[in-house]
């Protein structure tokens, strides 16, 4: 039977609760019985597990000076939004700006950024908003939006990873083409991770620290997501990213940026309108989606209460929520409210 060796320096990378019941030395890979410690075994390898988190600690601190300080976060808040050109994110970013933010946008398209930027200053009134192109599947272009936003703002103290893609194709994986899969995977996955990563840094180097929100999407809370499984696919991992972001920052003692899930639910973009073909997809369309501008005017306020009320806990904000899925649903069999309400139902 394998069994693995357990250094000092992999030890961070395992659950206290399993290290309280591994030796010291080597475990077996199958859990066997007689791995287990005893009560001062298992007291030394919590000493020797503490003090190397301590260390670690130590050496973040010398390298990220705010990693574990934090200014109060004060309004008019700083804010990032990916793919911010249209749908919700445009929503979001201009609720933000209503709300007095500053606010940074970007899209992968010039075009569609500088028509973002003039739609958004004319609907608000508001001027304290900026954009640039970027492509978040690209390294280069996510440090480039970094840049921008610390010239225009110095800080960013929320940045909302908006930027997602169905390659507007609903049909079964297997009819799907090598192209559509590839931007639906690198946009979702890899550029949220790419994503992620900027924000991280950029954050914990900021005296203020920072707040970071993944928007999730249909799929991501394990159920089946058929004719477009690729994306529920990715949308699973949003969750798992979170997460795990999550634990490394409490392991490496980062106490000054949070990350976040955030649910917008069915909202009526053109990515979902675009799989209103099916009677099911109508139905559910109708009885559970709603616009852009209602779901940012409910999750902007939401957003803006963690830093206001100094929240040191990550959290996931759902705009459509079980209850209140069931309670359309029901009140739709029941009498037939919602009934064509965007797309007419065979």
């Given at each position: 039977?394998?069994?693995?060796?357990?250094?000092?320096?992999?030890?961070?990378?395992?659950?206290?609760?399993?290290?309280?019941?591994?030796?010291?030395?080597?475990?077996?890979?199958?859990?066997?019985?007689?791995?287990?410690?005893?009560?001062?075994?298992?007291?030394?390898?919590?000493?020797?597990?503490?003090?190397?988190?301590?260390?670690?600690?130590?050496?973040?601190?010398?390298?990220?000076?705010?990693?574990?300080?934090?200014?109060?976060?004060?309004?008019?808040?700083?804010?990032?939004?990916?793919?911010?050109?249209?749908?919700?994110?445009?929503?979001?970013?201009?609720e933000f700006l209503k709300a007095?933010?500053?606010?940074?946008?970007?899209?992968?398209?010039?075009?569609?950024?500088?028509?973002?930027?003039?739609?958004?200053?004319?609907?608000?009134?508001?001027?304290?908003?900026?954009?640039?192109?970027?492509?978040?599947?690209?390294?280069?272009?996510?440090?480039?939006?970094?840049?921008?936003?610390?010239?225009?703002?110095?800080?960013?103290?929320?940045?909302?990873?908006?930027?997602?893609?169905?390659?507007?194709?609903?049909?079964?994986?297997?009819?799907?083409?090598?192209?559509?899969?590839?931007?639906?995977?690198?946009?979702?996955?890899?550029?949220?991770?790419?994503?992620?990563?900027?924000?991280?840094?950029?954050?914990?180097?900021?005296?203020?620290?920072?707040?970071?929100?993944?928007?999730?999407?249909?799929?991501?809370?394990?159920?089946?997501?058929?004719?477009?499984?690729?994306?529920?696919?990715?949308?699973?991992?949003?969750?798992?990213?979170?997460?795990?972001?999550?634990?490394?920052?409490?392991?490496?003692?980062?106490?000054?940026?949070?990350?976040?899930?955030?649910?917008?639910?069915?909202?009526?973009?053109?990515?979902?309108?675009?799989?209103?073909?099916?009677?099911?997809?109508?139905?559910?369309?109708?009885?559970?989606?709603?616009?852009?501008?209602?779901?940012?005017?409910?999750?902007?306020?939401?957003?803006?209460s963690i830093p206001t009320n100094?929240?040191?806990?990550?959290?996931?904000?759902?705009?459509?929520?079980?209850?209140?899925?069931?309670?359309?649903?029901?009140?739709?069999?029941?009498?037939?409210?919602?009934?064509?309400?965007?797309?007419?139902?065979?």
């Amino acid at each position: 039977m394998a069994e693995m060796s357990v250094t000092t320096a992999s030890l961070q990378s395992f659950p206290k609760s399993l290290l309280c019941s591994l030796s010291t030395r080597k475990f077996n890979s199958s859990f066997h019985p007689s791995a287990i410690l005893s009560p001062i075994s298992r007291f030394c390898l919590i000493s020797k597990f503490n003090s190397f988190r301590f260390s670690a600690a130590v050496v973040k601190a010398a390298s990220s000076p705010h990693a574990n300080t934090k200014e109060p976060m004060l309004p008019p808040y700083d804010v990032l939004i990916t793919g911010a050109s249209k749908g919700i994110g445009y929503a979001l970013a201009k609720e933000f700006l209503k709300a007095g933010d500053n606010v940074i946008i970007c899209s992968r398209s010039d075009e569609r950024v500088v028509s973002a930027l003039d739609r958004l200053r004319v609907e608000t009134g508001k001027q304290h908003v900026w954009g640039t192109k970027c492509d978040v599947r690209e390294g280069d272009d996510v440090k480039n939006l970094v840049a921008f936003a610390k010239e225009k703002l110095q800080y960013i103290d929320i940045w909302i990873n908006n930027a997602g893609s169905n390659a507007y194709s609903f049909k079964p994986l297997a009819e799907a083409s090598d192209e559509d899969l590839i931007q639906v995977v690198t946009t979702n996955t890899l550029g949220l991770m790419i994503c992620c990563r900027e924000a991280i840094n950029l954050m914990q180097n900021q005296p203020r620290g920072g707040h970071i929100f993944n928007i999730d999407g249909a799929g991501s809370d394990g159920r089946p997501t058929p004719r477009f499984a690729a994306y529920g696919a990715t949308k699973r991992s949003v969750v798992h990213l979170t997460k795990s972001l999550q634990a490394e920052l409490e392991m490496q003692d980062v106490k000054n940026v949070l990350v976040h899930n955030l649910s917008p639910g069915m909202v009526t973009t053109d990515l979902l309108m675009s799989g209103a073909n099916t009677k099911q997809a109508k139905f559910f369309i109708n009885v559970l989606a709603e616009p852009a501008d209602v779901v940012a005017e409910y999750l902007v306020p939401n957003i803006r209460s963690i830093p206001t009320n100094g929240s040191t806990k990550a959290t996931y904000i759902r705009f459509l929520t079980g209850l209140k899925a069931y309670s359309q649903i029901f009140s739709r069999i029941a009498f037939g409210a919602r009934r064509n309400r965007y797309v007419l139902e065979d």
